[in-house]
Antibody, heavy 116, light 112 residues
Framework: QVQLVESGGGLVKPGGSLRLSCAAS????????MSWIRQAPGRGLEWVSY????????YYADSVKGRFTISRDNAKNSLYLQMNSLRAEDTAVYYC?????????WGQGTMVTVSS | QSVLTQPPSVSAAPGQKVTISCSGS????????VSWYQQLPGTAPKLLIY???KRPSGIPDRFSGSKSGTSATLGITGLQTGDEADYYC?????????????FGTGTKVTVL
């Protein structure tokens, strides 16, 4: 079935790095734009980054610009988020989401905790 | 800080109706389609409404959406205990001061 599965979350110290992955299955991954969306504990949803189907168009939220890098490998049906210079305020569950008719498919999320 | 404002909470008895408002501006709701997402406790968000008023396959017609000017509304009729969740509106934003995509502040629905 149509599915997104995130991985790569964990505990990291402030200033550290982490790479999240999102494995897609059940649909033609290369046809869809994709986004990363995060949710801090007890807080609302925050859009983080977006990548077009070919990877040629990328956008970031101001809060992560210059620190995070989104990418994709259509041959591997995978989406990535490289997170550098992590801060405490980046602590959140990170979801990947398919941009079909709106964000129509979401993964289960992966938790990122930034703490010393 | 979200640019789309929702009431923090709404509540009603089983079988009743609730409405959730989402207030924005001309750079977001006023010029783009609105979507609504349901987040049950401990789970990932799920798409409920897209393009202001369309329901994905599998979403019951108890859920409805509308938009007028710079505001949007989600309606839930025949409220059920399984509808207890957080609900978020979302849309694209063309303002340089906002993120490319913005979500509402979220509304918690309680079934009394």
């Amino acid at each position: 079935q149509v599915q997104l599965v995130e991985s790569g979350g964990g505990l990291v110290k402030p200033g550290g790095s982490l790479r999240l992955s999102c494995a897609a299955s059940g649909f033609t991954f290369s046809d869809y734009y994709m986004s990363w969306i995060r949710q801090a504990p007890g807080r609302g949803l925050e859009w983080v980054s977006y990548i077009s189907s070919s990877g040629s168009t990328i956008y970031y939220a101001d809060s992560v610009k210059g620190r995070f890098t989104i990418s994709r490998d259509n041959a591997k049906n995978s989406l990535y988020l490289q997170m550098n210079s992590l801060r405490a305020e980046d602590t959140a569950v990170y979801y990947c989401a398919r941009d079909g008719v709106a964000f129509d498919i979401w993964g289960q999320g992966t938790m990122v905790t930034v703490s010393s | 800080q979200s640019v789309l404002t929702q009431p923090p909470s709404v509540s009603a008895a089983p079988g009743q109706k609730v409405t959730i408002s989402c207030s924005g501006s001309s750079s977001n709701i006023g010029s783009n389609y609105v979507s609504w997402y349901q987040q049950l406790p401990g789970t990932a968000p799920k798409l409920l409404i897209y393009d202001n008023n369309k329901r994905p396959s599998g979403i019951p017609d108890r859920f409805s959406g509308s938009k007028s000017g710079t505001s949007a509304t989600l309606g839930i009729t025949g409220l059920q205990t399984g509808d207890e969740a957080d609900y978020y509106c979302g849309t694209w934003d063309s303002s340089l001061s906002a993120g490319l995509y913005v979500f509402g502040t979220g509304t918690k629905v309680t079934v009394l």
